[in-house]
């Protein structure tokens, strides 16, 4: 199985390559951003609590994230391979995400961290506010929280897959295209 992080800042254009990824590699797409929005959409329990942190650029608490990803992963018990957008975001998540692939005689093939400069994702996601219809990407006081949540409490999850030789950093500013080509080649040296 071919078991793909999709990793970077907020704005780093994650959504975008996964839209190529899916194409090329036919893998499953999961997303636990557009999971949290689908579940506020529909007013659930998941949903609302989820808004709580959302609102305010802060992370989803842990088991609450793990859970929804596990249950999605055991909807698609088909799935030649995965694409984790957004996924892990914590130490903790990243440890439960093995053992549960591993349960499953599987791992994480490869962690793709697509590298963004600061002011260029704040221009990108004050942008993207202008369609998305995302609250988050509206307010630069919430842009500003969710970059400052990337530093601190999620880019450690690329020295952790670094440290056994899975992550890779990918330059991510250039044509939707060219960064494709990157991760294609990174894809492609990893497996297959
Ligand atoms: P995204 O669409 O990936 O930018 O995620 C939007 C928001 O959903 C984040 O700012 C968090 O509040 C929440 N979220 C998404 N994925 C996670 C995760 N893996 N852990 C905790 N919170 C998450």
Redesign the pocket.
């Known amino acids: 199985m071919l078991n793909i992080i999709l990793f970077g800042p907020?704005g780093s254009g994650?959504?975008t390559q996964a839209e190529k990824m899916i194409e090329k590699y036919g893998i499953l797409h999961i997303?636990?951003?557009?999971l949290?929005?689908y579940e506020m959409g529909n007013n659930t329990p998941l949903g609302l609590k989820?808004k709580e942190?959302?609102a305010k650029?802060?992370?989803?608490?842990?088991e609450v994230?793990i859970g929804m990803?596990e249950n999605k992963v055991n909807a698609n018990p088909d799935a030649q391979g995965i694409i984790f957008?957004?996924?892990?975001?914590?130490i903790p998540?990243a440890e439960a995400l093995d053992v549960f692939l591993k349960e499953k005689n599987t791992e994480v093939t490869l962690l793709l961290a697509l590298d963004v400069p600061e002011e260029e994702l704040t221009k990108r996601l004050l942008k993207r506010g202008e369609s998305s219809g995302r609250a988050?990407d509206r307010d630069e006081s919430i842009i500003k929280n969710?970059i400052q949540?990337y530093k601190s409490e999620t880019s450690q999850v690329f020295d952790y897959y670094n440290q056994v030789g899975k992550s890779v950093s990918i330059h991510g500013v250039g044509t939707i295209d060219e960064i494709f080509e990157s991760i294609s080649e990174a894809i492609d040296q990893a497996c297959c």
């Open positions: 907020p994650k959504g997303s636990t951003g557009d949290f929005r989820a942190y959302m650029g802060e992370l989803v608490p842990d994230t990803l957008d957004g996924f892990p975001r914590t998540q988050d969710r949540v």
